[in-house]
């Protein structure tokens, strides 16, 4: 569903003022930028950027600003993502960043991969900027449904959440006592942060529905959370919000990053007889969601939270 582009700096610097190569590129960048459909993977970061403005600042100004806006967009919505390359890799020519860019490729397949200096028939995936149809394979291409297997949620999630800092799980159901849940739990973990062998430490934030607790089955979810909580680099919290005084319900669940949003029609737990469907949210609408769960703006009212430090009733 959401898709990752990794563009060597070779295609910017084969831009030029007389062809329209530079057309397909700026529209490339526009489909993913307003869609919302995926990420523009910056091979080592910070030095990709850098080669990349360099090239275009050879450009003519209207191109510049065309292609710059689209790359503004892209930046401000934490669509441009990192991706660190292998210790023994070096980015000094051209040819560098074609050689890295595969190798990774090659690790996990990137959904495109646009590249004058390489070509494989064999790999639908690479392809130039000249050949690449962007409007079909960069747009949103609709919700989705499937059986929530592991493999299917794993193949869905993972680069939904490889480059994600953070991710907030909203739930009304999520139990930490359950199986299928803890599953699901496991899943993002595992790929959260996780870019091709190279694993960094993020956040995981779970929103449920409260229930009346007795102190026993308070207890049961703590040592349940501090069980799931040892086993993964992430920092982890559990909150529990009363609807009940509110003017709407707690209903509707999702998978939010700080940079897209999932709908789960159906739940986000792990279920291989149960169908769902999974759509994409507006990136404009991802901070009205999250406002639900501050304790600050939120028309629930937070009743438990359970973190490394302990357990808050409120």
């Not at 700096?9 to 003022?17: R, T």
């Amino acid at each position: 569903m959401l898709k990752d582009v990794c563009i060597s700096p070779a295609v910017f610097e084969n831009l030029s003022n007389t062809d329209y190569s530079w057309m397909e590129l700026a529209n490339a960048l526009q489909i993913l930028a307003v869609s919302n459909s995926g990420y523009l993977v910056a091979v080592q970061n910070k030095q990709w950027l850098k080669q990349v403005y360099d090239h275009l600042n050879h450009l003519d100004p209207k191109i510049k600003d065309k292609i710059g806006k689209h790359l503004g967009l892209l930046k401000d919505r934490k669509l441009i993502v990192g991706q660190p390359i292998l210790q023994d890799a070096q980015c000094n020519s051209l040819e560098d960043w074609s050689n890295t860019i595969h190798t990774l490729h090659s690790i996990r397949p990137f959904c495109a991969v646009i590249d004058p200096l390489y070509s494989d028939n064999s790999d639908s995936a690479v392809t130039n900027i000249e050949d690449i149809n962007s409007i079909q394979r960069l747009s949103y291409d609709g919700s989705i449904a499937m059986v929530k297997t592991e493999k299917n949620l794993t193949r869905l999630l993972t680069p939904f959440l490889s480059y994600a800092k953070k991710l907030t799980i909203v739930d009304p159901y999520f139990n930490l006592t359950k199986e299928r849940y803890s599953k699901t739990l496991e899943i993002c973990s595992e790929l959260l942060r996780e870019r091709r062998n190279d694993r960094d430490n993020g956040q995981i934030h779970i929103h449920a529905k409260w229930q009346d607790l007795t102190n026993y089955q308070i207890e049961q979810l703590r040592k349940s959370f501090h069980g799931l909580s040892s086993k993964q680099p992430h920092r982890l919290t559990f909150s529990l919000w009363d609807d009940s005084e509110s003017s709407i319900k707690m209903h509707d669940r999702y998978l939010l990053t700080d940079q897209a949003g999932l709908v789960a029609a159906a739940g986000v737990d792990v279920d291989a007889r149960q169908q769902s469907e999974w759509s994409l949210k507006q990136y404009t609408e991802l901070n009205t969601i999250l406002m639900q769960y501050d304790p600050n703006s939120s028309p629930f009212e937070l009743k438990l939270k359970i973190s490394d430090d302990g357990v808050m009733v409120f």
